[in-house]
């Protein structure tokens, strides 16, 4: 399980995988790496520690764990506050249907961004979402 206070990355695992996929936007010193990590970490922590499929301390997390938190902390590297959601911003749904699936936001409502790259790398490694719970990876 992911702690909240102890990183289960560090700056030079995240510098080596960044230069790795020539992300260019991996930059900063190490301060600000570590803050990001800190948050992509928490990000991760509060949305999957309850599902993990197995049970592993969190300085022996799995190597796709790390990777998506590595993932989180770009984001929020370049966009600070990115993976916090705004619950002012709307999207509250109007309408939904089920023979044609069809649903309607509320005016105004913003689009929603799905954060595959981290959706991928956890696959296989958290258990499915409760029954009757939509649990997709959005901000």
Not at 67 to 77: D, K, P, T, V
Request: hydrophobic share 40%.
């Amino acid at each position: 399980m992911l702690l909240f206070t102890d990183l289960a990355v560090t700056v030079p695992e995240a510098d080596d995988y960044a230069a790795a996929r020539g992300w260019s936007n991996w930059t900063g010193d190490d301060q600000a790496k570590t803050e990001a990590l800190r948050r992509g970490q928490d990000f991760i922590a509060f949305r999957y520690n309850q599902r993990w499929a197995s049970e592993w301390d969190n300085d022996d997390a799995p190597e796709n764990v790390k990777y998506a938190i590595i993932s989180a902390a770009r984001r929020e590297l370049v966009t600070p506050g990115s993976l916090t959601k705004d619950k002012k911003r709307g999207g509250k749904i109007k309408q939904a249907g089920a023979g044609s699936a069809m649903v309607v936001f509320a005016d105004n409502a913003p689009a929603d961004t799905v954060f595959d790259d981290v959706d991928g790398l956890l696959s296989g490694l958290i258990k499915p979402a409760r029954s009757g719970s939509v649990d997709l990876l959005r901000v």
